[in-house]
T-cell receptor, first 111, second 110 residues
């Protein structure tokens, strides 16, 4: 298995633009998580899905953030409009109940 | 809810030194405990885990024992290498949702 695949690896965008981050979980994993990592706040859980259904989105910082999982093999995290304080590394992880497997992350820079 | 407190870093050691990174947790029920490692520019990788009291998880020379009486899961390694330099995260939770500590940055000098 190729593991959890995230794209793009790096994204630089201007303030106010829409940003879409993508994640392909491991086949057969029924839970998918989106995390954000910054030096100041560490690792923060944004939202997680079970069988494509959002279970807990209490970590989503604002209405500018939205996440979808249209099928078992694909999820997106969208920021619209983006702001400089959204700059961070965004990780996707999946599990079938035996520890998480993380993707390599998307480093987002909003200028 | 569950929570994790990790030893604050950064931790700097010389090669072949003994390593301990402390981790304590609070949780309801009987959670599983995990250590993850993050190398520069990469995502977190599962290092080891333990699913019940007195279990010992081990991998790559690292060990941690699930101590229910002290609610601890300290990470140890007898002789560290430069390649062990990374950030280490302790985590607690059920099979699905994990709560992570803040991470401990470890640097090993040759």
């Amino acid at each position: 298995d190729a593991g959890v695949i995230q794209s793009p690896r790096h994204e630089v965008t201007e303030m106010g633009q829409e940003v879409t981050l993508r994640c392909k979980p491991i086949s057969g994993h029924d839970y998918l998580f989106w995390y954000r990592q910054t030096m100041m706040r560490g690792l923060e859980l944004l939202i997680y899905f079970n069988n494509n259904v959002p279970i807990d989105d209490s970590g989503m910082p604002e209405d500018r953030f939205s996440a979808k999982m249209p099928n078992a093999s694909f999820s997106t995290l969208k920021i619209q409009p983006s702001e400089p304080r959204d700059s961070a590394v965004y990780f996707c992880a999946s599990t079938q109940g035996d520890g998480y497997t993380f993707g390599s992350g998307t480093r987002l820079t909003v200028v | 809810g569950n929570s994790v407190t990790q030893m604050e870093g950064p931790v700097t050691l010389s090669e072949e030194a003994f390593l301990t990174i402390n981790c304590t947790y609070t949780a309801t029920g009987y959670p599983s405990l995990f250590w993850y490692v993050q190398y520069p520019g990469e995502g977190l990788q599962l290092l080891l885990k333990a699913t019940k009291a007195d279990d010992k998880g081990s991998n790559k020379g690292f060990e941690a024992t699930y101590r229910k009486e002290t609610t601890s899961f300290h990470l140890e390694k007898g002789s560290v290498q430069v390649s062990d330099s990374a950030v280490y995260f302790c985590a607690v939770g059920g099979a699905q949702k994990l709560v992570f500590g803040q991470g401990t940055r470890l640097t090993i000098n040759p």
